[in-house]
């Protein structure tokens, strides 16, 4: 899929750093979904906003995009991660832990 720049950075300006506690309503009602870190979470929301279903599956089948797990879940609430970055495509959150730099 490729991606205008304008699409792209109307995207990148929707995401944002966020905590786990305002995440975790979400995560009670099963719409957050994680992104592993080798993807691109903006990349990953155009996906979804386009329904790219191929894509998508491929993600899944891959483990790369997924539910997340009360493992993730039970982790983050621990550790309270300054590195989580989300983004809305309704009616899920993608989330992404980033390295801290």
């Known amino acids: 899929m490729t991606l205008s720049d304008e699409a792209y950075a109307a995207i990148l300006g929707a995401t944002g750093n966020i905590e786990w506690k305002t995440l975790e309503p979400h995560f009670a009602r099963g719409d957050l979904l994680t992104v592993a870190p080798e ?17 998508i599956k491929a993600w899944m089948d891959n483990k790369q995009l997924q539910v997340a797990t009360d493992a993730q879940a039970g982790d983050w609430a621990e550790r309270e991660p300054a590195t989580l970055w989300a983004v809305v495509i309704r009616p899920w959150v993608l989330v992404q832990e980033r390295e801290s730099r």
């Not at 993807?39 to 894509?55: F, K, P, R, T, Y």
């Open 39 to 55: 993807l691109d979470l903006v990349q990953a929301a155009a996906a979804m906003m386009e329904d790219d279903s191929e894509q």
